[in-house]
Nanobody, 121 residues
């Protein structure tokens, strides 16, 4: 059974940092691209970053470029999102998702349960 579990969310002040981790199980982690998406209250889903299975390709939305860094450890079956210089508009529920192949342009087939990130003073 494929499972994706996010951790590391919480409350942070503007300008602060958080590190989200997604731990995958039930599949060969290195064979699949992974991404982070988020949904703020009253807004649609925003895909913010993706990383290919071989770690060769990383993508970022303009809204987070230069502030967020995506990485993965295929030996530990984890993907991380280091979020720096957080802004109130980064507050959202963050989801990790798995794609159907190594590339992140492929459709996703599994999602985590989501984790809340709150940015507030």
């Amino acid at each position: 059974e494929v499972q994706l579990v996010e951790s590391g969310g919480g409350l942070v002040q503007p300008g602060g940092s958080l590190r989200l981790t997604c731990t995958g199980s039930g599949f060969t982690f290195s064979n699949f691209g992974m991404s982070w998406v988020r949904q703020a209250p009253g807004k649609g889903l925003e895909r913010i970053s993706g990383i290919s299975g071989d770690i060769g390709t990383k993508t970022y939305a303009d809204s987070v470029k230069g502030r967020f860094t995506i990485s993965r450890d295929n030996d530990k079956n984890t993907m991380t999102l280091q979020m720096n210089s957080l802004k109130p508009e980064d507050a959202a529920v963050y989801y990790c998702l798995k794609h159907v192949g190594r590339g992140t342009a492929l459709r996703p087939d599994y999602w985590g349960q989501g984790i809340q990130v709150t940015v507030s003073s």
